[in-house]
Each structure stands twice: as C-alpha cells, then as structure tokens.
C-alpha cells in the first residue's frame, strides 16, 4: 500500500516549515504538522522563532532601541523632545501584528507551495505512522509517509529554584509579554536570551540585575569582543554578576526574593518580575510511541548520521531538537539540505561558518574560530583589528563603541574567524560568512573596494590590518 505522503515534517518552526517548502519544490508531496496555538487558542505556524522567540523579541529590540534613542544620552546634537510617553499596550499590539503577518505568510507559501498544513500533535508510530490528535476533538488521525522529518525544536530550560509561576517568575516567552514595565527586574542567566531580554526592559526603565552563575562572560564568545560588550552593557545600567548561582526563590507580598551564592557568601535580593534563561532543552521526549527506538545524545537530542538520520531508518531530525547551536538559521540549512537529500540530491551544512547574533546595543556578532579556539587548537594565525571610533561613518552615527576582529591564518592567510561588536554587526557579518564560505585570504577582503562612508569599511580595515597595512588605525604586529 502507497503512503499517504512522500514526505511528513513534524514541527513548523524555520527548520520544519522550510524543510517542507524546499521538499514540496523538490516535487515531493509533503504535510507538515504543527501544534502550536497562539493566545486565542489559533494553530498558528512558525514554532518558537516567530512566535515566542527571534521575531517577538527583535519587535521589541527595535521598539524599545527608538524609545531609549529618544530619551538620550544625547548622541545627536541639535535634536530635542519634550513629552516623551509610551504606551507599552500599543507596543505589544504592534509586536503582535507583525508576528501574525509574517505566521500567516508561512501558511501562504504552504499553499503556493503545494505544502499540506495539518494542526494538531503528533506522535510516531512504527513503519512511520504518524498520529496525530487534532485540536478540536482530540480525535486521531493516522497519516503515513515514506519519509518523515523531525523539527520539533527546543523549549525553555526549567530550575528547580526558580519554577515558572507565569506571573511574577517568567520563562523567555512571558519576557515577552509583560504588560507593565517591572521597575525591579532580575534575570537568571547572562546569556543571550538573558542580555536581549535584560536590555529591552533596561531600556524601557527597568533597573535589570542579571545573575550569571559562570564567572566568564559570554564563553563562547571572542575574549576581546565579549570584553567590550560587558564594558558597554554595564555602562547602560545593566548590573551584570558574575559567579552569582541562584539556590532559591521565594514568591513574597511585595516581590519574589532571589538567593544567590556569590564570593562564597550568600546574598538576597528583591525584584517585582524574574525572568529565567538559563538555557534551553531539546524537543525530544512525547514524540515517539514506546514502539519506536529512537536513538538520543547526552542531554536529550536525538541522534543523527551526517544525513541526519536517525536511529530509525526513513526519520530525519532537524533544528534545535540534535546537537549544535540552538539558531533558526542553522535549522533552516539542515531542513533545505535534507529536503535535498531525500530527493536524492546533494545537501550539506558548512557547520563551520554559521553566524551567532545577539541583538543588544551594540550587537555581537561572529563566525569561525575565535582566538581561544585557535589558540587550545594549537593553529598559527594572526590578527586583524580595526575600532569602530576610527570609523567616520560610525563616529557620525554617535557609535563608536566597537571593534572587528579578524582571524587569518598565519602561513595560508585564509580567513579563519571574524568578531564583531558595534552597530549593525548583525548584518556585517554576512560579508565575513560569505568569504569564509569561499574560503578567502584576508588579503582577498583588503583587495575588495568598501564604499565610503560605511560601517563595512571596518572589515575592510581589519582585513588590512593582518598585514600592517590599515590605513586609519595604528598597526600592530601579531606575530
Ligand atoms: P544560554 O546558554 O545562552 O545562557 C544561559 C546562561 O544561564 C548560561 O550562561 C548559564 O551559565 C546561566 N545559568 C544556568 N543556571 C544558572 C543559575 N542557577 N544561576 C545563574 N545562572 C545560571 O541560554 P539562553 O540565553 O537561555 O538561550 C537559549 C538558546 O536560545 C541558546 O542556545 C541561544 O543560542 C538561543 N537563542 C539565540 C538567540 C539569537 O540568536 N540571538 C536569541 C535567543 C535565544
């Protein structure tokens, strides 16, 4: 008996709903299923990303980036405003719109696309049957598939000193959702969601204390960059501790009481919202029936090949749910590669060039190695450096707080890592993404003419500075 699908995708999120576009394209007939319900109780597409993570979050990064622009300090001369108000109400409506229009524009690239869209959850059954329990009965409904692909994604982490009550102690998803602003705002975790979260609060007035039980700053991150941005944060108000491990919370009359080990001493303090970040874990469980052995890592990913496949011949897993960065765009890769592979084409990831973001003023951004990684490697290189105050253009925007750094290797020049902290570093990386991706020399990016005025030119700068040979900046010899 033929199945019902050549392809079903559990889960759409940017790893599931892409996989099923790209599969759809590819000619094959494809479902992907999803469970999520927005507040009024609607299946909506999109999973964590648009709905509760990178789009909500970013709406109010840039709502709250205007609104702390406008009450200074004063960067732009000559510019003054009185009356300055907001209306957070507003603000969380128009967040909310622009989720509905970009999950609505999934559902119209589904149809366009020839993509079946089924609501409801889904389990996996033996010989890839799929349940699924609909949401307005909780009947089941049985589909089948000769391939189906796993992109459940990943759900905040829970500690037992902090349980989420919804109200006063939130997850990443109630940070979003405040209705007032908490004038005594604690955050347990500095780690990306933490410092996002941390700085939009921060800026529409609340005081922000972050408690980070690591005594590192950002670990993952470039030494000199993270450097920059802690000095940077601080500076804006956020009161980040270090080596501060929560043990408990108690939910008072007037707020919730935070003890945290810090110096070996015990410390309390008081705050009227917390907000956990402490990490996120992995889809994975309630997916299967007990019949189905599906192979999972330490941790609670599940196990792929390097087709991503599972344990289970014909289950694909994609996205949050297996090991590696927890970004939608490392999932939207792995979703297009292994539509491709199930049409029996060439797919692949390059691991090694995925960008990270964090979307706070000013913004980090990086891909490659950095130095510790080069360093614990044992690999020669040799490094580039350019700030953003010998910057013109970033120096008339009033932001000169930055830095690009860049990585070559010592004896071959390719470019092994760049590290950006500074306005618009987001969108700058994408120039060092792409010649990594075609494996560039340091010297290719100093060959390459940048447009005057830009915030590009730092990499252009950076890039020359390997060699010695910046133009606006003193040099530094590296090796
Ligand atoms: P994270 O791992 O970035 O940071 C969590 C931090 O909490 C860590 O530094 C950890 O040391 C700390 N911590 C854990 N237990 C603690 C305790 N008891 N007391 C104090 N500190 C404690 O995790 P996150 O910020 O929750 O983000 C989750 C995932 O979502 C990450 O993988 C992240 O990459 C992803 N994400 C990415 C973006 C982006 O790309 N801009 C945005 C949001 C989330």
């Known amino acids: 008996m ?58 109010l ?24 108000s907001l209306d957070l109400a507003a603000v969380q409506q128009d967040k909310q719109r622009i989720v509905t229009e970009l999950t609505n524009g999934i559902d119209t690239l589904f149809s366009s696309n020839g993509v079946e869209r089924i609501n409801g959850r889904a389990t996996l059954h033996p010989e890839r049957h799929v349940h699924v329990s609909q949401h307005e009965n909780n009947k089941v409904r049985v589909y089948t598939a000769e391939h189906v692909v796993i992109a459940t994604g990943s759900r905040p982490m829970d500690i037992p ?49 972050l408690l980070e039980a690591q005594d590192m700053f950002l670990p993952p991150v470039d030494r000199d960059i993270a450097a920059i941005a802690l000095a940077e944060f601080r500076k804006q108000g956020l009161d980040i501790r270090l080596e501060a491990r929560v043990t408990e919370t108690v939910n008072g ?45 330490q941790g609670g990913s599940i ?8 344990s289970v011949p014909g289950v694909y897993a994609i996205g949050d749910v297996i090991a590696g960065p927890m970004l939608a765009h490392k999932g939207s890769a792995e979703g297009t590669a292994v539509a491709e592979i199930i049409a029996g084409q060439h797919g692949e990831v390059n691991y090694a060039s995925i960008p990270g973001v964090i979307y706070t003023e000013p913004e980090l951004a990086w891909t490659g190695s ?3 990684d080069l360093r614990n490697a044992g690999t020669p290189y040799r490094v580039g450096r350019f700030p953003f105050t010998a910057s013109g253009r970033a120096r008339a925007m009033g932001k000169t707080a930055g830095l690009v750094k860049l990585l070559a290797h010592r004896d071959s020049d390719e470019i092994l890592g760049v590290h950006i902290v500074g306005e618009n570093a987001s969108e700058l990386i ?38 010695g040979q910046a133009i606006h900046v003193a040099n530094r010899r590296t090796d």
């Open 2 to 59: 033929s199945s019902d699908f050549d392809v079903i995708v559990i889960g759409a999120g940017p790893a599931g709903y892409v996989c099923a576009i790209r599969c759809a394209q590819l000619g094959l007939k494809t479902a992907c299923i999803d469970d999520w319900l927005d507040s009024s109780g609607q299946p909506v597409l999109g999973g964590t990303c648009l709905n509760a993570g990178c789009i909500p979050s970013k709406a």
């Open 61 to 84: 990064l840039e709502n709250s980036e205007h609104y702390a622009s406008l009450k200074g300090p004063d960067t732009h001369p000559g510019i003054s405003l009185q009356g300055l």
């Open 161 to 209: 000193a902090a349980r989420i009550d919804g109200h006063r102690i939130v997850d990443s998803t109630g940070a979003l959702d405040f209705d007032d602003v908490p004038a005594r705002l604690g955050i347990i975790g500095a780690g990306v969601i933490g410092l996002e979260m941390g700085s939009v609060w921060n800026r529409y007035g609340s005081e922000v204390t």
């Open 253 to 297: 009359d007037s707020g919730v009481c935070v003890t945290f080990s810090h110096t070996e001493e015990d410390h309390e303090m008081e705050f009227d919202r917390l907000i956990v970040a402490v990490g996120r874990s992995p889809c994975s469980d309630e997916i299967t029936s007990p019949e189905v052995e599906l192979a999972l890592e």
């Open 303 to 310: 196990h792929v090949d390097e087709h991503w496949e599972t």
């Open 370 to 372: 950095s130095e510790q």
């Open 430 to 467: 994408a120039e060092a993404v792409i010649a990594m991706e075609f494996k560039a020399s340091s010297e290719d990016l100093a060959l390459t003419i940048h447009a005057h005025p830009t915030l590009s030119e730092s990499l252009h700068e950076a890039a020359l500075s390997v060699s």
